[in-house]
């Protein structure tokens, strides 16, 4: 599989709608097909709702673990 992360591009409501990548973690077969127990079948997305994802990781028992930062100064203050 092929993990993707995407920011929110300062769009940060279009990462609570399925129809729009920003926000997301997309997964992907190597040819880039779209494996069907994402979340939403027929679409890339594994984990949406994000601001700004950095990293992702796996532990031994294949749990991921991503790493994602909060509002940017384009937020305006808390």
Do not use: C
Request: avoid cysteine.
């Amino acid at each position: 599989m092929l993990y993707i992360t995407v920011g929110d591009a300062t769009q940060s409501e279009r990462a609570q709608f399925v129809d729009f990548y920003n926000g997301k973690i997309l997964r992907i077969f190597p040819d880039g097909s779209i494996p069907q127990d994402n979340i939403h079948p027929n679409y890339a997305t594994r984990v949406m709702g994000l601001r700004n994802s950095q990293g992702i990781a796996w532990n031994s028992k294949g749990d991921m673990y991503a790493i994602d930062h909060g509002p940017s100064i384009f937020d305006g203050p808390p």
